[in-house]
């Protein structure tokens, strides 16, 4: 099976299966690792600190290989994006290009000199360059290089099918329901005048849905496809469009599709092939991305920017992680007046998996909703580039029925299907509103102020602007009647006793109603609002609330500056504890309120809050202590002390933070790359759940098995009844062992250290080291070190313990930003509950016999040789097995074997008697016969 790389199961029953997590595949994903912004631990060839380790790996030992030039020079587009009309693309065209050719000039001449093959990019500054090892290396010691990458082509996954939705008057549900059809019908606006394009997998331009509106399409019913149609990869026959894939046929008809499957079907359409089979290159993104700033006719010559779309729409991206490497294209964009609408990605639910370029402050990135107005599971959620909330908003994303090639119709689903929605919705908008054509920040006003605000805090952000559904539900028909309607802006400052008040929000009701949050600087602004009258409201927490009445006049911008008064406050202050220790990494917050904090290594807190009743709440970080909810009255300073209760799991194991320090290993097994696993003997029996083995499995996924082997990349919580069990989940994740990696263990007399020294996540930025040290007596402490990216806080593993029938097990954390630079958790059984029993016995069987051990407890079988303890032949002719006893019991037992036929021997003379101890460990050394 492939693997699908993109994070949390999106499953809310989170069954250990191996999953392919459906409707998130219709997203193109794109390398995070290609042209810049590389991750801080991509570790880079010593000899120049230039060059990627990847593309030196590439060169060595004579061999040629192909890589992306990173230039230092960045064009000025500020005079271009002053330019009116259609001849803004011209002049950020002459501006990139004259920035090229003086930036590239140097280089273009080595090249030329040593014979090589290259191609340049004028709108990213970038050479693509093929060679050896000298020529590598004289590249990068010029000083104009910035930066020498690898040409990482990235796997198209195949699109998911949706099911079929009944339509709304001969309209597919989703036009329906962003309220297309009534801007059709009320204001005869189909998106005439707009040129929309899509980068993608292509386009069948004779589509029945899709002909009719083509650019390319003649009076006579010929076409001609320079200028309307490019393909950089050159998969397509004769230079003719093609869609190989179906995905951009898909996108295209939902944005000008014909029969009630496009949003805007009066647009004109162009297309640019940006992603081969299966895979979108570099190469090709980047030359799709300069053409819709200048098309060209199908040889890539001749460039026309007065030809320039007015829209594009892109619905692929990188999976989560920001990368910047495609931001000057989106830059280009901007500067020429062309709308960039983008996918958000497929890598939900979790937070913080915002795709790139839709993470981009630059782009306008698109969420999913399905036919019930929820988020789709596999939306991703942001936040975006510098913490901005992405998406921008959310469109219908689920089940959405269009145009595929061969003249057909089916049903995708995806945050590919929904950003064509938005990008229809601005060709709406700019045909309605002429005066509004390439002006993207009002057009974004319009989109922002008009979505349906849709309260999920779930990833941050407020009510009305949250990492869920970005500024709310995408509505066509209102975004239309605000562009077209008289219309001002109010902006201000709010402030408090003279300083600025950032995260505050600005409620207006009135003639319409918005809500807006203040930035870092106390700034808010209302960009496009209706013309009329209004109530301002500010009242955040802690302060006296603020109202005053505001006119907003046709075409003029108001101000208003709200001024806050503090409320009469107290100071709430204490330790936090858990097993008669301060616990640090406690969250304490007063619901329903902003405020929050979190308690430092000594347990301490401290929290001013207004004067007033509250439920305090206290979240400890993981899952080895209970949160606690309390009510309190604030009429002045409170003191109080927080004692936690510490979790039990069924058996009775507990955890707690560590504190053992991090132990490294010495000896490095031979185990590497993903997926793996390898099998080791343990210097002593290592109980846990009562069963002690001397034998355990380590895989590269952060997991110690004392089970059956089954390696397993996808998380799940515990416990679970399914494969793998009886387990120490260390930082069980979807992990690499590199070359820069490895996996090492020490061993004394009763400790035995697994460390995971430097691995990396799976398609994701960032590595960690993780210890794990095994003590005889059944405790284990895990402590994790050098972690960088927003995966080694653990928001994609599973950490804890598990029995062997998975029926038992306590979890430290799963799927939760658990871990920091030194956190440490130790496990260990309460004492009194049980013992750990391990049975030893010496004995001479013939092939396809077993041992068993059978006794009066029920644990043992109640004397029941159907039920009795089978034992291991690991160590033959001594036979092992472990189990979990009752403490301060007398026990009776006897040694079997059992035929492949199921005939029982018993050993001979009188039952064997003992009891166990109080606590800790009880084993036998037995050899089978009279004794």
């Known amino acids: 099976m492939t693997k699908d790389r993109r994070g949390p199961s999106p499953d809310p029953g989170r069954s250990r299966t191996r999953r392919v997590f459906g409707a998130a595949l219709t997203v193109l994903a794109l390398s995070v690792s290609t042209l810049a912004g590389m991750p801080a631990a991509h570790a880079q060839d010593p000899a120049d600190p230039k060059i990627d380790e990847a593309v030196a790996a590439a060169v060595k030992g004579g061999r040629e290989a192909s890589f992306w030039v990173l230039l230092r020079d960045r064009p000025d587009l500020t005079p271009a994006a002053k330019v009116k009309g259609k001849a803004r693309a011209g002049a950020v065209h002459r501006a990139a290009t004259d920035s090229a050719d003086r930036s590239q000039r140097g280089l273009r001449k080595l090249l030329t000199s040593r014979k090589a093959k290259f191609d340049t990019y004028w709108i990213a500054d970038t050479v693509h360059v093929t060679g050896d090892a000298e020529l590598l290396a004289e590249v990068a010691a010029r000083p104009e290089v910035k930066a020498v990458l690898p040409d990482t082509p990235v796997t ?42 899509n980068i993608d997998t292509g386009v069948q331009f004779d589509h029945p849905a899709l002909a009719a509106n083509y650019r390319g399409r003649q009076a006579d019913g010929g076409f001609l496809h320079d200028y309307n149609w490019f393909d950089p990869t050159g998969v397509c026959a004769g230079g003719l469009p093609c869609d190989n894939n179906g995905h951009g046929t898909h996108t295209m008809g939902t944005m000008a599709g014909s029969g009630g499957i496009g949003v805007a079907p009066g647009v004109t359409w162009i297309a640019a092939k940006g992603c081969e089979t299966n895979s979108c290159s570099v190469a090709a993104l980047l030359a799709a991305g300069q053409w819709i700033v200048a098309p060209t006719d199908r040889n890539g010559r001749n460039p026309r920017p007065d030809l320039a779309p007015d829209v594009v729409n892109n619905s692929w991206g990188s999976a989560a992680n920001f990368d910047p490497w495609y931001s000057d294209v989106i830059r280009s964009w901007v500067a020429a007046g062309i709308f960039p609408a983008f996918s958000n990605g497929n890598t939900g639910p979790g937070c913080n998996t915002a795709g790139t370029p839709g993470s981009y402050t630059g782009t306008y990135a698109s969420g999913a909703t399905d036919s019930n107005d929820r988020i789709a599971s596999f939306s991703s959620r942001g936040t975006g580039q510098d913490g901005g909330v992405k998406p921008d908003l959310t469109a219908p994303g689920v089940d959405i029925r269009s145009s595929v090639p061969g003249g057909g119709f089916a049903s995708n689903s995806g945050t590919s299907m929904a950003s064509p929605h938005t990008a229809a919705t601005v060709a709406l908008i700019w045909s309605a509103a002429p005066s509004l054509r390439r002006d993207i920040a009002a057009t974004r006003d319009v989109l922002d102020e008009t979505a349906i605000d849709t309260d999920d805090t779930s990833c941050g952000g407020t009510a009305s602007d949250n990492n869920v559904f970005g500024q709310g539900r995408l509505d066509a028909y209102a975004a239309v009647r605000l562009a077209v309607s008289p219309s001002g802006s109010l902006t201000g400052t709010v402030r408090a006793n003279g300083v600025p008040l950032g995260g505050v929000d600005v409620a207006l009701t009135g003639t319409a109603s918005r809500t807006v949050t203040t930035a870092a600087d106390g700034a808010y602004r209302f960009g496009r609002l209706p013309a009329g009258s209004y109530r301002i409201r500010v009242a955040p927490f802690g302060y006296d609330a603020f109202e005053a009445d505001v006119t907003i006049a046709a075409s003029e911008s108001a101000e208003l500056d709200p001024a806050l008064t503090s409320r009469a406050s107290g100071v709430l202050s204490g330790v936090v504890s858990g097993a008669g220790s301060p616990l640090e990494g406690v969250t304490i917050g007063l619901t329903g309120t902003p405020a929050t904090v979190t308690t430092g290594a000594d347990g301490r807190f401290r929290l001013a809050a207004p004067h007033g009743a509250y439920e305090l709440t206290v979240r400890p970080l993981g899952g080895c202590f209970a949160s606690e909810t309390r009510s309190l009255t604030v009429s002045g300073d409170v003191a109080l002390d ?174 939760a930003a658990s871990l920091r630079e030194g956190t440490g958790v130790t496990f260990r059984a309460n004492p009194v509950n049980r013992v750990a029993a391990t049975f030893n016995v010496t004995a001479e069987t013939w092939w396809g016999q077993q041992v068993l051990v059978v006794g009066n407890l029920p644990e043992l079988g109640g004397w029941d040789p159907a039920r009795a303890v089978a034992l291991d032949a690991a160590g033959y002719p001594v036979w092992s097995g472990g189990l979990s006893l009752p403490p301060d019991t007398a026990v009776e037992f006897k040694y079997v074997k059992r035929d492949p036929d199921g005939t029982v021997t018993w050993e001979p003379g009188a039952n064997r008697t003992t009891i166990t101890p109080p606590a800790g460990q009880f084993i036998t050394h037995d050899t089978f016969g009279p004794h």
């Open 642 to 815: 927080l004692p936690l209760r510490q979790i039990e799991d069924a058996y009775g194991y507990r955890c707690a933070p560590a504190a053992e320090p991090y132990r490294a290993g010495t000896e490095k097994l031979p185990i590497t790359g993903d997926d793996a696993v390898t099998e080791v003997t343990l210097p002593f029996a290592v109980p846990l759940y009562g069963v002690a083995r001397n034998r355990a499995w380590i895989s590269t996924n952060g997991v110690i098995g004392l089970g059956d082997i089954e390696i397993l990349y996808q998380n799940t919580a515990l416990p679970d009844a399914a494969e793998p069990n009886h387990a120490f989940y260390a930082l069980w994740d979807d992990l690499v062992v590199d070359e820069l990696a490895g996996i090492y263990t020490a061993a004394d007399a009763d400790t035995f250290v697994v460390e995971w020294r430097n691995v990396r996540f799976f398609g994701y930025a960032g590595r960690i080291s993780v210890s794990v040290v095994l003590h005889a007596d059944g405790t284990v402490t895990y402590r994790y070190r050098g972690l960088s990216g927003e995966r080694s806080s653990g928001l994609g593993a599973t950490i804890g313990v598990e029995n062997p029938a998975g029926t038992a097990g306590l979890a430290y954390s799963v799927d």
């Open 156 to 197: 198209l996954p195949a699109p998911v099918a949706g099911r079929v939705q009944a339509t709304v008057d001969a309209v597919e549900w989703n036009v329906d329901r962003i309220g297309a059809p009534r801007v059709w019908d009320e204001r005869d606006v189909r998106g005439q005048g707009v040129v929309v394009a």
